[in-house]
């Protein structure tokens, strides 16, 4: 059964940080570009980060970029995203997803293939 879990989302103060973590489970992420989305209540889905299958490059959200850091580990088959100096706006679902692609070409959700379901973080004092 293909499966992507997203886990380390929580509570965090201003200036905080988090490493999400996305786990695949039923295929291996290796085949993939993987992107990281995110939606706050009221919100549309917006996309945050993305790493490249075919060499590692990443791509980041002008509003993270220089706080967000997206990684992968094929060998543990799973893709990290560091968060650093959280910001409230920063509060949302975080999600990851998967697009067979070999480069990160997009944020369309629906050119994503597979999705996890979500781990909320919550940035506020």
């Known amino acids: 059964q293909v499966q992507l879990v997203e886990f380390g989302g929580g509570l965090v103060q201003p200036g905080g940080s988090l490493r999400l973590s996305c786990a695949a489970s039923g295929f291996t992420l290796d085949g993939y570009t993987i992107g990281w989305f995110r939606q706050a209540p009221g919100k549309e889905r917006e996309g945050v980060s993305c790493i490249s299958r075919i060499d590692g490059s990443t791509d980041y959200a002008d509003s993270v970029k220089g706080r967000f850091t997206i990684s992968r580990d094929n060998a543990k088959n799973t893709v990290y995203l560091q968060m650093n100096s959280l910001k409230p706006e920063d509060t949302a679902v975080y999600y990851c997803?998967?697009?067979?692609?070999?480069?990160?070409?997009?944020?369309?959700?629906?050119?994503?293939?597979?999705w996890g379901q979500g781990t909320q973080v919550t940035v506020s004092s």
């Open positions: 997803a998967v697009q067979n692609s070999n480069y990160c070409l997009n944020y369309v959700p629906w050119e994503y293939e597979y």
